[in-house]
């Protein structure tokens, strides 16, 4: 009898190989463990933990999270314990569990992001990701960084400096006139790889106080509906540049993941989805090998970018 082969879900990101092509997006899988009853994070292609600042951020006031139009609108506003503590108390036991760990970083000023960069170059962290796309940031930084791609260049060039090596992603914003600008700033600037999308600026109103529901007025949209948006997105970034790109934006199940390696994304993230259910990513691994060996190709790598669009 012939025994049936298991499909290569292992890809390539710069110098990194991911056992698989999907990653625990920044901020639903806590600083890596707090899943790990549901999810162990080394079965994942990767983990990228909550946003990271220089010193501790208490993020925006209650309430800052609403279910609007099939997804979720937050705005969180980037409370995270400073990166200090994450390096002194957390990173040696998500490192433990043999997960490869991406540490999202956050500043309010470009010289910020090289900081923390630079805290993080020399401990076993895997890579980085430069937010510069957060759209609930009332101070400087976030989205206002990622819309401009100069501001953008001097940010990836400092950070990629400060980091030592380290692989660096960086997360761009959905809402800008061409992303195709700012994907071949960052790729100039020594990026390794683009992380696509972040939430789309949005917002609920409650109709009974005829408030605004989140207290932060507006905040960003996550899941299905922004799906459509971040396919187009990446197809257009992949055929921009040659680094990497990761695609995120409403990726529920294995068919939405297939859709992203399709139009040329090398993996994709996973946030929404894993509060809503924690098991999905296990699931998605699970549904991207049966479809694998169901149409007996032997590598996901080899349907990056297949989509025929002519
Ligand atoms: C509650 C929440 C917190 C988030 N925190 C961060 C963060 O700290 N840094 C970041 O780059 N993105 C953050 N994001 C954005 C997600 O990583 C992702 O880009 C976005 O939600 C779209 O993917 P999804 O539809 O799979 O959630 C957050 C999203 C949510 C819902």
């Known amino acids: 009898m012939t025994q049936e082969k ?31 009853d549901f999810v162990p994070p080394e079965s994942l292609g990767a ?29 969180i506003g980037l409370e995270n314990m400073g990166v200090e503590e994450f390096i002194k108390n957390h990173l040696d036991k998500i490192k433990a569990t043999g997960a490869t760990v991406g540490a999202n970083i956050i500043g309010r000023t470009v010289e910020e992001y ?21 759209p609930n940031l009332s101070t400087p930084g976030g989205l206002s960084f990622g819309s401009d791609p100069e ?30 600008i700012l994907a071949k700033k960052v790729e100039e600037a020594g990026a390794t790889a683009i992380s696509l999308i972040n939430t789309i600026p949005a917002m609920s109103v409650d109709i009974i106080n005829k408030r605004p ?14 799906k459509p ?6 197809m257009l970034c992949a055929q921009a540049v040659n680094i990497p790109i990761l695609g995120l934006g409403g990726v529920f199940t294995y068919q939405d993941a297939l859709e992203f390696i ?3 994304a090398s993996a994709v993230q996973m946030g929404t989805a894993v509060l809503i259910d924690p098991l999905s990513p296990l699931k998605v691994i699970e549904g991207l090998s049966n479809y694998l060996k169901s149409q007996k190709i032997s590598s996901i790598s080899l349907l990056k970018g297949q989509i025929q669009t002519a």
């Open 6 to 36: 298991t499909p290569d879900l292992t890809v390539k990101i710069g110098p990194l190989v991911l056992k698989n092509p999907v990653i625990a997006a920044s901020g639903t899988f806590g600083y890596g463990l707090e899943l790990s």
């Open 229 to 234: 948006i971040a396919l187009r997105l990446v």
């Open 151 to 180: 501001i953008c260049f001097k940010l990836t060039s400092m950070a990629v400096s400060a980091a030592s090596g380290l692989p660096v992603f960086v997360k761009l914003p959905p809402l800008v006139t061409d992303i195709t």
């Open 47 to 75: 983990v990228i933990v909550k946003g990271l600042s220089l010193e501790p951020w208490p993020g925006n006031p209650l309430p800052r999270l609403v279910e609007s139009s099939g997804g979720l609108i937050n705005a």
């Open 262 to 264: 399709l139009v040329g």
């Open 114 to 134: 090289a900081q923390v960069a630079k805290c993080l170059a020399k401990t076993p962290i895997d890579f980085l990701e430069l937010n510069v796309s957060c």
């Open 213 to 226: 529901t989140l207290a932060h007025v507006t905040g960003g949209l996550s899941g299905p509906p922004i």
